[in-house]
């Protein structure tokens, strides 16, 4: 199984500030690796699929890079609404397996 | 209106047996595959099941392989999970989601708000 090691836990920042989220993955993913948003109480949205493609509807402010073991999602200016938990996935061999996430807190 | 609703959640007893469905609209619900994505309580996201647009191509995460089984009605466009031998570690919240892929299990571009489940005596 591939396991995905998400880094920091927590990261805290304030609005406008710049995010950077790492995964790492066990195994090369290539770039079959996928970033998701989710807001208390609600089910999580895609962000990013195939380490760098921006989902329909998602701001430019998202961005992600990869391919290989090592991947980040970059939120380049912090907007209120973007504190939420951030989770990483991956598609590799037709098995699928999460991140075990990284909380984004307001400073 | 695009959407899964999933609904049959409920408190059961370890042991027994449950069955979730998950009804879409507002897409060609055979175009695509379909999962089922869980998550404990405070936990972090798990992939649970999939299954390809004409069940040609299933698969299960370790942890409920033997004892759940995925299916689907194309013609009422509804995906059900089968729940048996429940363990207390199988409480979630369970989540229906749409994957962009007919037959390959790729991402989740579309939830549904999940139905809970939850296991104790």
């Known amino acids: 199984e591939i396991v995905l090691t998400q880094s920091p836990a927590t990261l805290s920042l304030s609005p406008g500030e710049r995010a950077t989220l790492s995964c790492r993955a066990s195994q090369g993913v290539s770039s079959y690796l996928a970033w998701y948003q989710q807001k208390p109480g609600q089910a999580p949205r895609l962000l990013i699929y195939d380490a760098s493609n921006r989902a329909t509807g998602i701001p430019a402010r998202f961005s992600g890079s990869g391919p290989g073991t090592d991947f980040t999602l970059t939120i380049s200016s912090l907007e209120p609404e973007d504190f939420a938990v951030y989770y990483c996935?991956?598609?590799?061999?037709?098995?699928?397996?999460f991140g075990q996430g990284t909380r984004l807190e307001i400073k | 209106e695009v959407q899964l609703v999933e609904s049959g959640g409920g408190l059961v007893q370890p042991g027994r047996s449950l069955r979730l469905s998950c009804a879409a609209s507002g897409f060609t619900f055979d175009d695509y595959a379909m999962h089922w994505v869980r998550q404990a309580p405070g936990k972090g996201l798990e992939w649970v099941s999939g299954i390809s647009w004409n069940s040609g191509s299933i698969g299960y995460a370790d942890s409920v392989k033997g004892r759940f089984t995925i299916s689907r009605d194309n013609a009422k466009n509804s995906l059900y999970l089968q729940m048996n031998s429940l363990r207390a570690e199988d409480t979630a919240l369970y989540y229906c989601?749409?994957?962009?892929?007919?037959?390959?299990?790729?991402?989740?571009?579309?939830w549904g708000r999940g139905t809970l489940v939850t296991v104790s005596s």
């Open positions: 989601a749409k994957d962009p892929s007919g037959s390959y299990f790729w991402y989740f571009d579309l």
């Open positions: 996935q991956q598609r590799r061999n037709g098995t699928i397996t």
